[in-house]
């Protein structure tokens, strides 16, 4: 099996991106395709021409029974999760190390007083009930110290953004006129995320929330034009929403929840 | 029902299963070329004979060291079969190609035509919309300017889908002029770019002549009809009959292209 390359040396779709791009036709999810990928095509003649001679080969073949599709029914493109793997290893490398170097310096010894938690220059502004914690148990050596949150690292691969949504933040599909006026893009939601949009003409939409795993977090649907959620129980990280009416994608926001 | 991880499977483990499972496959695609001509139907057994034996020992071997696992199998197994059979044609140099190229101009598209004859409107506009899809960020633009060119009309949503912050003085200029109230008030190809053309620079704060207007959206025309026309060519499109396919699109059937 050979690599996913996308484009020729001479800058056209390889073999494998017209028959992507076949299958995104066939299944109606062309806004699902590398946004690079539908960039060339807008422009270039010689692929469309590719395409839209191997479209009128299946166009009437019936793809109903042949299930997920591999790219487009992925989680995650196929890089991805390596990348993913990578990340998350790293993280929890961090983690382990930090936390191998907390014990060293932090565990109980009974040879030295607790007093490495006092400042050396302010000594007097410290209660001691409050810095001198009651007396380690030396013959209780499996008490652990408390574990540091390392919440930086914990949700680093939470913070990864997702290729197919990045090409579609922002963009406006179709012919249906949305204006949306919140949230922003990329904004920090600390609270509730209030949704608000203008459509021309009154129609039911569905508000979806993607994690960056392309999990559904949230969804909804409502005649009105906005929509709040509040996002408490959602860990911190990059979050995807689609606007959506019964036929098709209206648009593409993404906001993050920071790091409380 | 052949499901895709089972043509993977039988691609990698059982090539004589997978090619047999596929005869279906085989059949649509040489069926096309005899539908269009390119074979007759006495052919068509000879060449799918000719596609099985080329898929068993020659074509497997590449399609399992080609395939990538990012699109269905059958897509690219199609293609296969679209080549083998153009592969066959040249070899036997048969080209009939007499009387199967779609002319829509000759389809009679009245309530009252027959079904089979709006299947292949339908078909063709499916085509259509598959082409138009494929200009992406451009497809509002091309379908927009054809309506005004082709006299659809348009509506205010029309041009607000491309200029939002258009103001509505200007709309009813620009609707006044693409859509006549009468035959008599019908504008020239030369006024409507040019009705277009200072719309556009006032909005998208460009210099555009409408010359150059005129030449960017005939360049967009003729690649239609190209792509319409098919490769191998299986149908006849010219801009009058793309006119006719694009009037049928927008659900105006007021029309009888027979004559």
């Given at each position: ?23 995104a ?31 009128d ?10 299930g ?23 993280a ?20 030295t007083?607790?007093?490495?938690d ?61 204006r ?81 | ?11 990698f ?141 348009i509506?205010e ?32 190809d ?70």
């Amino acid at each position: 099996m050979h690599e996913n390359k996308l484009f020729t040396s001479r800058g056209h779709l390889t073999d494998d991106a017209v028959y992507l791009y076949v299958d995104a036709l066939k299944l109606a999810k062309k806004e699902l395709l590398p946004g690079e990928v539908r960039e060339h095509v807008e422009e270039c003649v010689q692929c469309k021409r590719a395409i839209q001679e191997l479209y009128d080969v299946v166009r009437q073949q019936d793809y109903s029974s042949l299930g997920p599709h591999p790219y487009f029914d992925q989680k995650k493109i196929p890089i991805k999760p390596i990348h993913r793997t990578i990340t998350r290893l790293a993280a929890a490398i961090v983690i382990g190390i930090g936390l191998v170097l907390l014990a060293y310096f932090y565990l109980p010894d009974t040879d030295t007083p607790l007093t490495l938690d006092e400042p050396v220059d302010a000594p007097e502004e410290i209660e001691p009930q409050k810095t001198e914690p009651a007396p380690p148990d030396i013959t209780e050596p499996d008490i652990a110290p408390p574990v540091p949150e390392e919440p930086r690292e914990l949700y680093a691969a939470n913070f990864e953004p997702m290729p197919f949504y990045e090409n579609l933040v922002d963009q406006q599909f179709r012919s249906h006129l949305v204006r949306v006026q919140s949230p922003e893009i990329d904004e920090e939601i600390t609270n509730e995320v209030h949704f608000s949009w203008d459509t021309r003409v009154p129609m039911q939409v569905h508000i979806k929330i993607l994690n960056n795993n392309q999990d559904i977090v949230w969804q909804t649907s409502t005649e009105e034009q906005h929509v709040s959620y509040d996002t408490s129980e959602l860990e911190p990280g990059i979050y995807y929403w689609r606007l959506e009416n019964d036929e098709e994608l209206l648009y593409v926001g993404k906001f993050i929840i920071p790091i409380r | 029902m052949r499901s895709n991880d089972n043509d993977i499977h039988l691609l990698f483990n059982d090539p004589g299963g997978f090619v047999k499972e596929h005869q279906k496959t085989i059949q649509y695609v040489v069926n096309k070329f005899v539908y269009t001509g390119f074979f007759t139907y006495h052919d068509r057994d000879e060449v799918v004979q000719y596609v099985n034996e080329k898929l068993l020992t020659d074509k497997i071997d590449k399609m399992q060291e080609q395939y990538n696992k990012n699109y269905y199998v059958v897509t690219y197994l199609s293609k296969i079969i679209h080549n083998l059979c153009l592969e066959y044609s040249r070899k036997q140099k048969s080209h009939y190609r007499e009387t199967t190229e779609i002319d829509i101009s000759t389809i009679d598209i009245t309530e009252d035509s027959d079904v089979s004859r709006n299947i292949v409107i339908e078909e063709e506009n499916q085509r259509l919309e598959s082409i138009l899809s494929m200009y992406n960020k451009n497809r509002n633009r091309i379908e927009v300017y054809l309506k005004i060119l082709f006299g659809i009309g348009i509506k205010e949503d029309d041009i607000l889908t491309l200029y939002p912050r258009a103001n509505s003085k200007d709309i009813d200029t620009l609707l006044q002029q693409c859509n006549p109230a009468s035959d008599q008030d019908k504008k020239t190809d030369k006024e409507l770019y040019e009705a277009l053309t200072m719309f556009i620079n006032k909005y998208e704060k460009k210099q555009n002549t409408a010359d150059a207007v005129r030449k960017w959206i005939t360049s967009k025309i003729d690649e239609i009809i190209e792509l319409l026309n098919g490769s191998p060519k299986t149908a006849n499109y010219d801009k009058e009959t793309l006119k006719i396919l694009f009037q049928f699109r927008n659900k105006n059937l007021h029309f009888n292209a027979s004559g």
